[in-house]
T-cell receptor
Framework: KAGVTQTPRYLIKTRGQQVTLSCSPISGHRSVSWYQQTPGQGLQFLFEYFSETQRNKGNFPGRFSGRQFSNSRSEMNVSTLELGDSALYLC????????????FGSGTRLTVV | AQSVTQLGSHVSVSEGALVLLRCNYSSSVPPYLFWYVQYPNQGLQLLLKYTTGATLVKGINGFEAEFKKSETSFHLTKPSAHMSDAAEYFCAVSVRKGYSTLTFGKGTMLLVSP
């Protein structure tokens, strides 16, 4: 069974640009969540999608957005990048609400210069 | 809202020694509790989880944790550390009510010396 696949693994962007990250969940999983991980703030929840609907949203500015497609694949977009957006972005999938445990991808390391 | 506190940002043990990583949680409703491990430049791997039932939970790689409701704790232990256990460990909580997401602790870096 394939795991959670995140692409790309590494990304370097310039301040002011926008970026799109992709996540393919485990087959059959309908819930996809995104987390930002930084040394200072740790792991912070961005948003969760279930069956193409955003079900939960963390405390991030509107520059951070996401969507989920009918095949459960998800993308997150960050517009007008700032230096502080440099982080490891992790995607996690679950078959339900997460109560059975999330499976995480390897992450996308975003560096903003 | 729920929260997680992990005591000690770094824990050092010798190979073969007991590993104890502490986790306390706060939740107004019955929690689900998780331990994840993260190796450098990788994602999070689920070690074990507590949902319902037996309070002593066994996970992968010889780790186990015990849910103690009276102490609001979910400490992670392993009888004998191995060099390959060196990594960062995260405790996380979600709740059974509604649609819940994971709230993580700040993490504990486990260092294992020969």
């Amino acid at each position: 069974k394939a795991g959670v696949t995140q692409t790309p693994r590494y990304l370097i962007k310039t301040r002011g640009q926008q970026v799109t990250l992709s996540c393919s969940p485990i087959s059959g999983h309908r819930s996809v969540s995104w987390y930002q991980q930084t040394p200072g703030q740790g792991l912070q929840f961005l948003f969760e999608y279930f069956s193409e609907t955003q079900r939960n949203k963390g405390n991030f500015p509107g520059r951070f957005s996401g969507r989920q497609f009918s095949n459960s694949r998800s993308e997150m977009n960050v517009s007008t990048l700032e230096l502080g957006d440099s982080a490891l972005y992790l995607c996690a999938s679950s078959s339900n609400t997460g109560s059975y445990g999330y499976t995480f991808g390897s992450g996308t390391r975003l560096t903003v210069v | 809202a729920q929260s997680v506190t992990q005591l000690g940002s770094h824990v050092s043990v010798s190979e073969g020694a007991l590993v104890l990583l502490r986790c306390n949680y706060s939740s107004s409703v019955p929690p689900y509790l998780f331990w994840y491990v993260q190796y450098p430049n990788q994602g999070l791997q689920l070690l074990l989880k507590y949902t319902t039932g037996a309070t002593l939970v066994k996970g992968i790689n010889g780790f186990e944790a015990e849910f103690k409701k009276s102490e609001t704790s979910f400490h992670l232990t392993k009888p004998s550390a191995h060099m390959s256990d060196a990594a960062e460990y995260f405790c996380a909580v979600s709740v059974r009510k509604g649609y819940s997401t994971l709230t993580f602790g700040k993490g504990t870096m486990l260092l294992v010396s020969p």
